[in-house]
């Protein structure tokens, strides 16, 4: 029988495991990417000051801030995505998704800059939590609400004959009688 709110029968299973595989592929080149050592002659202090560090990129200009704000909303961004392919549910509330999405995209964001205070060259900046959180969150509205309405439609338009029989509304599949265990005495 299917889960409310699931893809049934091997769809549901090929969704789920290619979000699987390629939600530890972009965790495994995130981590190499961010947690590997930096050979600087000098570092910046770590910046604990929320929004402190887009104001000083904006103050560049935007050719100049372009680049370090892509990067810090496009590092975690396909979390938005696969993370609710990786839950493989189509009804499901679009806010709930939003909010599991978010949350789970800032606490792997804040995993990662506690991780780096370990990492020699790197320091911790809170606007890359801000910058990584909010691209999981635009990648999820710009993607998730759409495919899984797509995903929807899909699954209306298949047979409903390769799910299994047609049953009735009023009507059960027999599964045979109840089996019963039969009362042995105790022993004096």
């Known amino acids: 029988m299917q889960r409310q709110g699931s893809i049934g029968g091997s769809a549901a299973i090929r969704i789920r495991v290619t979000g699987g595989v390629l939600l530890a592929t972009h965790l495994a080149l995130v981590a190499w990417l961010m947690l590997r ?49 990786a839950h493989g549910r189509l009804t499901v509330s679009p806010l709930a998704s939003l909010l599991r999405t978010a ?8 995993g990662i800059a506690l991780l780096q205070t370990g990492v020699p060259g790197r320091v911790v900046d809170v606007d890359s939590l801000l910058l990584n959180t909010a691209g999981v969150v635009l990648a999820h509205l710009a993607v998730v609400p759409a495919g899984r309405s797509w995903l929807r439609r899909r699954a209306g338009r298949e047979p409903v004959a390769a799910a299994g029989p047609a049953v009735g509304a009023t009507e059960e599949l027999s599964q045979g009688r109840t089996p019963t265990i039969p009362r042995v005495g105790i022993a004096p």
């Open 37 to 85: 050592p930096l050979d600087v002659p000098w570092v910046m202090p770590p910046n604990l000051r929320p929004l402190a560090g887009i104001r000083a990129d904006l103050a560049l200009g935007w050719p100049g801030a372009a680049r370090p704000l892509g990067e810090g909303l496009g590092l975690l961004a396909p979390l938005g995505v696969l993370l609710p392919a």
């Open 103 to 110: 949350a789970a995209g800032a606490l792997i964001s804040l």
